[in-house]
């Protein structure tokens, strides 16, 4: 079910790219909704905020390992894990996925969306912040009702019968 997330993503969010690509010179912008919302075409050669700039083989090399432990760990507990932890880490993967099929092929990431208060950015990169935003609220909701389960569960298989009964 995962997996199928990670390509639809990433599908979206290449088919995007494409469509701005083929219809827009680059640093064009169209206002859809003047002064608030446009849809500007630019190549970012960093990650975030343009960190990293110009660092294409580490911020290839670094997207490739954080991906394939991830995705490793998809795989691994597919089924163990709250649907909550997989579907964020699900997203955070397409998204990542997304830009390093434009960092590797291109040397640079597409980037599209532009509120004007914010750094443009695109469909891979609403996956990665939509992905972190569960993951945030897994780790600080639901995770800590889960361990709370699992160390009573072990608390009272641990117990010593001192009773002598």
Not at 33 to 42: A, N, P, S, V
Not at 85 to 90: D, E, G, N, T, V
Not at 134 to 150: D, T
Request: charged share 15%; net charge neutral.
């Amino acid at each position: 079910m995962y997996i199928v997330i990670i390509a639809i993503v990433i599908a979206l969010d290449q088919l995007t790219k494409y469509l701005i690509q083929a219809n827009f010179d680059l640093n064009t912008t169209v206002s859809l909704i003047d002064g608030i919302f446009h849809i500007t075409y630019i190549h970012n050669s960093g990650a975030a905020f343009s960190l990293f700039e110009n660092k294409t083989g580490f911020l290839i090399a670094m997207q490739v390992i954080v991906i394939s432990i991830v995705l490793v760990y998809l795989v691994k507990k597919q089924k163990k894990e709250h649907w909550c932890l997989l579907l964020s880490l699900s997203l955070i993967v397409a998204g990542g996925m997304g830009n390093l099929i434009d960092r590797a092929a291109k040397g640079y990431v597409v980037d599209f969306l532009d509120f004007r208060i914010w750094p443009i950015f695109n469909v891979a990169d609403i996956s990665v912040c939509v992905g972190c935003g569960l993951l945030v609220l897994y780790m600080f909701f639901i995770e800590p009702k889960r361990g709370g389960r699992k160390q009573e569960s072990q608390g009272t298989s641990d117990r010593i019968d001192t009773s002598g009964e």
